[in-house]
């Protein structure tokens, strides 16, 4: 099992929808968690960390699940410019970052 | 600013030609990391430098990769001999100790071995 799981997608959306993304990952000791975003043929950038209360920047929401081992993260009135594809990370404490393989979103006129 | 710099951003090899990648992490960072990403397989840890010593490198395929960091400002992934198994895009990323987990990515090297 791998230790942080993504379902692949593509979600395709039109302009102003809401979409939800879900991720598990396997291990408890796991401590901090992220969402990295990708642009087709770019490298991956930080799009924002996970908390325990759980946190928002603009249309973006992020949150966790200790319990359930479950990060999700929200994207409201979604815009073209959202098309991307949205890599789930975990850290266990250590230098490492574990990345998931992403879901792929592609927002349509 | 300048972000973390790769060389080549692109490279078509024959099977069994050597490859060297080249990274110049962001300027103060401390910790240099090299990853490989495939469609079936994602982002993959090769191996990762703090303060130009390699802590982990685990996630190195076998004994055809190697990398160094011989000083702050320059790390090398080298692989010899390539196969084509190998290609992907290869990522080098920094991170600072003021930045907490956060790593920030170079471009990447598109690496095709025929």
């Known amino acids: 099992r791998k230790e942080v799981e993504q379902d692949p997608g593509p979600f395709n959306v039109p302009e102003g929808a809401t979409v939800a993304f879900n991720c598990t990952y396997s291990n408890s000791a796991s401590q901090s968690f992220f969402w990295y975003r990708q642009d087709c043929r770019k490298e991956p950038k930080l799009l924002m960390s996970?908390?325990?209360s759980g946190n928002e920047d603009g249309r973006f929401t992020a949150q966790l699940n200790r319990a359930s081992q479950y990060i999700s993260l929200l994207i409201r009135d979604s815009k073209l410019s959202d098309s991307a594809t949205y890599l789930c990370?975990?850290?266990?404490?250590?230098?490492?970052?574990?990345f998931g393989t992403g879901t792929r979103l592609q927002v349509f006129p | 600013d300048a972000g973390v710099i790769q060389s080549p951003r692109h490279e078509v090899t024959e099977m069994g030609q050597e490859v060297t990648l080249r990274c110049k992490p962001i300027?103060?960072?401390?910790?240099l990391f090299w990853y490989r990403q495939t469609m079936m397989r994602g982002l993959e840890l090769l191996i990762y430098f703090n303060n130009n010593v390699p802590i982990d490198d685990s996630g190195m395929p076998e004994d055809r990769f190697s990398a160094k960091m011989p000083n702050a400002s320059f790390s090398t992934l080298k692989i010899q001999p390539s196969e084509p198994r190998d290609s992907a895009v290869y990522f080098c990323?920094?991170?600072?100790?003021?930045?907490?987990?956060?790593?920030?990515f170079g471009p990447g090297t598109r690496l095709t071995v025929l």
């Open positions: 990370v975990v850290n266990k404490g250590t230098d490492k970052l574990i």
């Open positions: 300027s103060g960072h401390n910790s």
């Open positions: 996970v908390y325990s």
């Open positions: 990323a920094s991170r600072g100790l003021a930045g907490g987990f956060e790593q920030f």
